[in-house]
């Protein structure tokens, strides 16, 4: 399963939403995520794949894609490391 696949996953079981309209598109209103949801599904994703995802990240993350990109590109530099 895909770092996306597995992001994807965590945030349909947060939202209760089905995962196949989670789109790199979609922004978190998309999918009703509220912000309670976006801290669940940002610490869930930090436990998953042993990252940290600061604040000031977070609040940079305009859809679902950016999300992944972000911890798409830390999971890479943790495995480089």
């Not at 995962?19 to 209103?29: D, P, V």
């Not at 976006?38 to 859809?63: H, R």
């Amino acid at each position: 399963m895909t770092v996306e696949e597995q992001i994807r996953e965590i945030m349909a079981r947060i939202t209760h939403v089905d995962g196949s309209i989670i789109t790199r598109e979609s922004t978190f209103k998309d999918i009703k995520a509220d912000s309670l949801d976006v801290v669940q599904a940002l610490v869930a994703v930090e436990e998953t794949f042993g990252i940290e995802i600061p604040d000031e990240e977070a609040q940079k993350f305009q859809s679902f894609g950016d999300f992944v990109s972000y911890v798409e590109n830390q999971v890479a530099q943790k495995e480089r490391v």
